[in-house]
């Protein structure tokens, strides 16, 4: 298979072990995790959501993670190619490449409304340099937020520019500049997050907090949470997007497939809990709703810097490597789509940038509506699973429970069943039990638990 060696194609490689773990954990962590873990969780009642989304890492995420990393890695090509030329290589259709369209469409469609709550963040960036948290009690930091939700025009100025900043950076073509920020943006977003938690720590309300996550009550355990606990293990490592595999292309050989992959689940699971609990105690301390919704962090945090010392300092840079982080991951969900443009449709990449992001921004306004204009309309109200959803809630929903999942099942199969258990030893070359560990839990467990969640959720 000397056609496999990767200089015959040509790509670059990460210049090392760690510059693929920065650009990946880059990906991994973003709004997924400040954002959106610490709201669904309060949605989901805390400790049991909480334990169901470890194990949905540690069980699904992880594996399906090391096995797209592989993907690519062995394919070598785009993540579409690969894909197709290691089905052909197992004697497989050509058809498993849909798996990575559907892939490219996932993100496409998340990207769409991941810019407009980017945007939120960008638009903090000035609420906390114009120093409006300080002394500020919860009911006007809420209206803050709400006003912020209630008004269309600022809402697409900032989702505008976020997908501005996103294109530019993609347009330009993006690796060398993104390895060298990741590395600096990313150990401070955790400094700051430490800072937060020790704010959280002295509003004395951290032990409820920490119980609140940690203590599991399956009472407050619903179907639906699972559901979203598993899908949320596919959003936040970025899976099912060909993302991974398109990184996993430029990976030496030399580098651990599993010991990367370990490291990058890690980091990312820890800025979730670290999100959670800087922000549950402040939720706790002034007597707000858990299950506030998507606006929670920013109806608590600011809270905190308001009565913090360097208060608007803080805020300024929590927001400026909110959006660091969301844009990152926003870089990483874009890339795939116009490199599909580029390969199918043969355009530049100015021109297929200009067409994916705009047709993303477009399908951004829906979501940018939902929040306003638009908030009574849901569509899809005659299926009780989607009533009462608006525009965003219907993209979240379609996205992360229902195509990542099954994007997932797709790879564990494909790799799990469908590939030569010999090119996966070679390729991940693991000692000991760990090889059998990982291709057990791929072939079986995770297709039955994917299979067993969709089933539960429909019945
Ligand atoms: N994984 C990133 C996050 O958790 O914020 C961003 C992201 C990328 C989310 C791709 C979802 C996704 F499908
Ligand atoms: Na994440």
Known sequence: TGDLSRGITGRGFWSSRLAFIMAATGSAVGLGNVWKFPYITGENGGGAFVLVYLLCIAVLGLPILMAEVLIGRRGGHSPVNSVRLLASQSGLS????????????????????????????????????????????????????????????????????????????????????IERAVTILMP??????????????????????????????FSKLTTEGMMMALGHAFFTLTLSQCVM???????????????????????????ALLAGLAIFPIVFSNGLEPGAGPGLIFQTLPLAFGQMPFGNLLATLFFVLLVFGALTSAISLLEPVVEWLEEKKGMNRFGSTLIAGGCCWLLGVGTVLSF????????????????????????????????????????????????SRKALEEELSLRGPWFGLWYGVLRYITPVAVITVFIYNLL
């Not at 977003?189 to 004395?204: C, K, N, P, R, S």
């Not at 849901?378 to 299926?383: H, R």
């Open 94 to 177: 050509g058809r498993w490449a849909w798996m990575a369209g559907m892939g490219v469409l996932a993100a496409f469609l998340i990207l769409s409304f991941y810019s407009v709550i980017g945007g939120w963040a960008v638009s903090y960036v000035g609420t906390s340099l114009s120093g409006q948290f300080t002394g500020q009690d919860a009911e006007q930091i809420g209206a803050l937020f709400s006003g912020l939700l209630a008004d269309p025009g600022k809402l697409l100025l900032w989702h505008s520019v976020f997908m501005g900043m996103t294109m530019l950076v993609v347009a330009r073509g993006v690796r060398g500049g």
């Open 188 to 217: 401070t977003l955790f400094v700051l997050l430490f800072i937060m938690v020790g704010y959280a720590i002295t509003t004395g309300h951290f032990g409820e907090a920490v119980a609140f996550l940690f203590w599991p009550d």
């Open 372 to 419: 306003n204009e638009w908030s009574g309309f849901t569509p899809l109200d005659m299926f009780a699973t989607f009533e009462g959803k608006t525009l965003f809630d219907l993209l979240d929903y379609l996205t992360s429970n229902i195509m990542l999942p099954l994007g997932g099942l797709l790879v564990a199969v494909f790799v799990g069943w469908r590939m």
């Open 245 to 271: 595999v398109a990184y996993g292309s430029h990976l030496r050989k030399d580098v651990s497939i599993a010991s990367t992959a370990v490291t990058v689940s890690v980091l990312d699971t820890v800025v």
